[in-house]
């Protein structure tokens, strides 16, 4: 009877060690699962940014459709976000406006539907729009080309195009607030 008594103590001994030791192990450790924050050390992959630029911008955006993150990617546009486009596709050409709410919702189907998407941006002109009373830009538009390639571009030919982001400085942060399409 003595030796069930002793026994059971020492299980418990163990159970307890074991649960605090695995507690200890689980909450000193980074979640696996989380993205890298770019620190400016690594060069050549794609990092998540704190969007203190422009060019921050661009490089969270080339990690949302990347990893098909639609949460990433709505941390890049701001609540006042307006895109233009055309549709050439109607007879006469119909102009394309639609709100935050709305490429949320697109920029999400496209996200889900692919099975790859790997976006490339080169900047060809970069110009402050506005700047705040001690000179520091409020506003700056970019004219850009991009490439996208979607499932490896088997189905779908690579898409080559042109853009115009338009940036707005929140705080520290930079947010897109006009994507549009030229003609």
Known sequence: MKNNGLRIKVYLKWA?????????????????FAP??????????ILLTEQKTPEEVLQNFQFSYTFKDSLVYSELLD???????????????????WNR???LRTAGKMLRFF???????????SSVAETDSEGEPTRIDHRL???LTLDGGTQIPTLIGRVIFTYVRRGERWLI???????
């Open 115 to 125: 099975n790859t998407l790997d976006l490339t941006f080169n900047l060809i002109s």
């Open 79 to 97: 609540s006042t976000f307006i895109f233009l486009s055309t549709d050439f596709n109607e007879s006469p050409p119909v102009p394309i406006v």
């Open 145 to 147: 080309t991009f490439t």
């Open 16 to 32: 307890v060690g074991s649960y605090l030791l695995a507690f200890l192990i689980i909450t000193s450790c980074s979640n696996p």
């Open 36 to 45: 890298a924050e770019a620190d400016g050390s690594r060069s050549g992959s």
């Open 177 to 183: 607030s006009r994507w549009e399409e030229p003609l």
């Open 101 to 103: 709410d709305q490429e």
